[in-house]
């Protein structure tokens, strides 16, 4: 740090705010000279937090003598050299341009689609969410070129990917990233669905679960009051169209030797129409809040 | 104890950055003549200024053409996105590792003649397993207002919080909608031809 004579008349304002840096900094070493000497945990402790304290401050202050430098040389730039000063106003344009470019790019994974230009094509990043949660991004790294080549991607084996390139590749690019965002978007939901059921609703189910990689046949069987005397109900779920994640056929069956009473025959088909229509695990969460009031039906 | 320590050593080279950061720059009221002010003003802006300005230009360049492709692609055109995040992670949730934070989306744009602003919420909880990330709020402002089918599609996924639904539906109803106008417009050059002049 430069030694300044506060007496120097034009070195005053520089005086002024180095001075008072010098005096923070003098206070910081005497603090630090005390740490050193050997004190319990809880002394050493608050002692830390006090030194933590005045290196933010004195860091603050360093910061702000270097914008107001900074503010400074422009200004007198200005003064001296006017072009030279419009050039970098035009560099801190451009600047400004191009962190709100990179924003926007950033921006575009919210619509499902994003991607990066690369040396051979382009990347395309495929998100997917079911509903409103989050979920896997796959990517797809396409090469430019006759015909239209996929170089790599992270599409899991059991999508039907070479047959969507097959129909749409080579003649619509945007139908082929959009029927690939439908399949995955649904594999996707169907695969959270499934493990909100195993993770969420473990105490309801009797058995494993079963499923198969492209999650489009489940199979479990599961009760609505664990505790009790009844047979479990068999569920089996087959969504034959694969960009949904609502299933297409699904058979609930019961497992005991004596036929169903009516009111829990009606039961059975209910929860087949409640598989058809409402997602897997909040047909379950409706089970779980039944299954207080189910308990007193049973017991009058 | 540990990350304090590490936070002050952090200060501390910070700190020193930024003295350096003092000495190296002129200040406008040391004692010298007005050219040799400029002249070490000027020296110290071109080395970093002149390059970096062609390297930006280039840089824009390539990222505008990514912009336009993205937009053509999903037919959504996004000019101004923000985000702030929030870190509401409490003592107690440290001590479990987990860790939740808010984060806060707004972006505006268009699709053909429609335009949209969204604002919404992500929540990210991490624990030992995982991470997820839910959308815990989705505020969607559309322009033109009166469309009855719009508004439909808009307050199904506002509901359900799916961005991505939101995105498609917007894009395939625009584009049928041109291509309804373009069909009713190609209609009515026919009428038009046919229809004797009285």
């Not at chain 1, 072009?83 to 619509?111: C, D, G, H, I, P």
């Not at chain 1, 991607?153 to 082929?176: C, D």
């Amino acid at each position: 740090m430069e030694q300044t004579n506060p007496l120097r008349p034009d070195g005053e304002s520089k005086g002024g705010v180095l001075a008072h840096l010098e005096r923070l900094e003098t206070q910081m070493s005497k603090s630090c000279k005390q740490s050193e000497e050997p004190q319990s945990v809880q002394a050493q402790e608050g002692a830390l937090g006090t030194k933590i304290h005045k290196l933010r401050r004195l860091r603050d202050e360093l910061r702000a003598a270097v914008r107001h430098r900074q503010a400074s040389v422009k200004a007198s730039i200005a003064n001296v050299e006017p072009t030279l000063a419009v050039e970098m106003s035009e560099q801190e344009v451009l600047e400004e341009k191009l962190e709100n470019v990179k924003a926007v790019l950033q921006a575009y994974r919210f619509t499902g689609l994003s991607g990066k230009l690369t040396s051979r094509g382009v990347c395309v990043c495929i998100s997917t969410a079911f509903e409103g949660t989050l979920l896997d991004s796959y990517f797809v790294d396409l090469v430019i070129q006759k015909p239209l080549q996929i170089h790599h991607h992270s599409v899991p084996v059991f999508i039907p990917l070479e047959e969507i390139a097959a129909k749409y590749l080579q003649t619509n690019i945007q139908h082929f990233l959009f029927s690939l965002c439908e399949y995955l978007n649904a594999y996707s939901g169907r695969k959270y669905q499934a493990d909100r059921l195993q993770s969420d609703f473990a105490a309801l189910l009797t058995g494993p679960l079963q499923r198969n990689p492209l999650c489009n046949l489940l199979s479990f069987t599961y009760k609505l009051d664990p505790g009790g005397q009844s047979f479990p109900f068999c569920a089996r779920l087959l969504y034959k169209d694969l960009t949904a994640t609502l299933p297409t056929d699904v058979t609930v069956t019961y497992q005991g030797v004596e036929p169903l009473s009516t009111s829990w025959e009606e039961q059975r088909a209910s929860h087949e129409t409640l598989f058809c229509t409402k997602p897997l695990h909040q047909v379950f969460a409706s089970f779980a809040r039944k299954g207080e009031k189910l308990d007193m039906s049973l017991v009058s | 104890m540990d990350t304090e320590l590490a936070e002050v050593r952090a200060l501390q080279a910070e700190i020193a950055a930024l003295r350096r950061a003092c000495e190296d720059q002129p200040a406008p009221w040391e004692e010298k003549s007005g050219v040799q002010k400029s002249f070490q003003a000027i020296q110290q802006f071109s080395s970093e200024g002149w390059k970096s300005s062609k390297d930006l230009k280039s840089q824009l360049g390539h990222l505008e053409s990514e912009l336009s492709f993205l937009s053509t692609l999903t037919g959504i055109n996004i000019r101004n996105y923000s985000k702030q995040t929030e870190d509401l992670t409490g003592t107690e949730m440290t001590e479990k590792s987990i860790r939740k934070v808010l984060q806060r989306h707004r972006l505006s744009g268009n699709c053909h003649m429609v335009t949209f602003q969204l604002e919404f919420q992500i929540l990210e909880i991490q624990n030992k397993e995982r991470l997820s990330s839910a959308v815990t709020d989705l505020n969607i402002i559309m322009e033109p207002t009166e469309c009855s089918e719009l508004s439909e599609f808009v307050s199904r996924a506002e509901e359900r919080k799916d961005l991505f639904m939101f995105f498609r539906s917007l894009h395939f109803f625009v584009e049928w909608f041109e291509y309804r106008k373009r069909t009713f417009e190609h209609f009515k050059e026919e009428i038009q031809i046919e229809t004797p002049e009285f």
